[in-house]
């Protein structure tokens, strides 16, 4: 936590000066005595109502700013906390969410140790792509509900005519692999997705930013690639591929970090009930609904899974420093790379021979 706070840094947290900017660094380590990482509450909040002059608020102001400032109820202060803290001091409303969105990927251990890392969360550029893709997949959705005048259905419309689709005959035309996420089965399908990606994409493009861009794509990429693989007879529709490379990507990073995050056991709860109710849909559908056209493949779900666990840990940042982590980032990425190309194999090789 030592050393000078750069100007970039002075930028994103929004410091009028590299003076203040300092002093938010200062002001940790001198709560912070036994240097662990975290401060108590009680000791926090004392010092902080007899030293509202330092905070240029009053007393009333302070304790508007101090109320629900654990919000784990752990009587401690980690550094996330401890920034929204001064956050709310600099009525700086949306950096309050930005941090508290950004926990949800943080282990609680690490906050304080990347200080310089914390201070890169920001609303510049904002974290749009998760926000615009999910737009975007319910106007089509919409679209072709009025188009096909079926109304809104649990398994209809399925629109098999559509540009978009992943039609199995249509190989050819390349963009189907990624331009099928736009397309959804049924109102549950697009609700499900859209939601997901949001509550799970959002934190995680907070943090990562472009990174998690291409965890997204690359899972909807590898669901596609997967299912000409090896179910080559269906359709494909959906994002369900990208939704599952970040639901792979957060389990990945609870298990790793099982001790520091925060409510893990409810996370894990949670991830497995979307999990589930999910690919029993999704088997259903594939399974026991009539008519060639709705036999929607789930095999996408498990190439988005894997495209995100392995792609999680090639691109994400990582919180960790440890010596076997460089195995492992080169084993992903031959992983990954090798993946891609059997899955072209088994789609090209019928063709050729």
Excluded at 10 to 30: D, G, H, I, P, V
Excluded at 49 to 77: C, W
Aim: with cysteine.
């Amino acid at each position: 936590m030592s050393g000078p706070v750069s100007p970039k840094s002075r930028y994103e947290m929004n410091c009028e000066s590299q003076s203040e900017c300092t002093s938010w660094k200062r002001l940790f380590r001198a709560f912070d005595k036994d240097h662990d990482g975290f401060i108590p509450a009680a000791e926090l909040k004392r010092v902080v109502r007899d030293s509202t002059y330092s905070f240029g608020m009053n007393p009333e102001q302070v304790d508007a700013m101090l109320h629900g400032i654990d919000m784990n109820k752990d009587n401690m202060i980690d550094f996330a906390e401890f920034c929204t803290l001064l956050s709310r001091a600099k009525r700086l409303h949306l950096r309050h969410v930005i941090f508290r969105a950004a926990q949800m990927v943080v282990p609680k251990g690490k906050r304080a140790e990347h200080f310089d890392y914390l201070q890169k969360y920001k609303c510049c550029p904002p974290p749009l792509f998760m926000l615009l893709i999910s737009i975007l997949q319910v106007a089509a959705y919409v679209y072709y509900v009025v188009q096909s005048g079926e109304g809104v259905h649990v398994s209809k419309p399925v629109p098999v005519k559509s540009p978009l689709i992943f039609d199995p005959h249509r190989l050819e035309e390349v963009w189907r692999f990624f331009t099928y996420a736009f397309v959804h089965i049924g109102i549950y399908h697009v609700v499900f997705n859209v939601l997901t990606q949001l509550i799970l994409g959002i934190p995680l493009e907070l943090v990562h930013q472009w990174r998690t861009i291409l965890v997204y794509i690359g899972g909807i990429i590898s669901g596609s690639l997967l299912v000409a693989a090896v179910d080559p007879r269906v359709y494909l529709a959906g994002a369900s591929g990208g939704v599952y490379a970040l639901l792979a990507a957060h389990l990945a990073e609870l298990i790793m970090n099982w001790g520091e995050m925060e409510f893990a056991p409810v996370r894990a709860f949670i991830l497995f009930i979307l999990i589930a109710s999910d690919a029993g849909v999704a088997v259903y559908q594939r399974y026991f609904l009539s008519g060639e056209i709705n036999k929607i493949s789930y095999v996408s779900h498990i190439g988005g899974f894997v495209a995100g666990v392995l792609l999680g840990i090639v691109l994400l940042r990582n919180f960790r420093k440890h010596k076997w982590e460089a195995r492992v980032w080169w084993a992903a990425l031959v992983a990954y790379i090798l993946f891609t190309i059997v899955c072209i194999i088994l789609i090209v090789a019928p063709k050729v021979f």
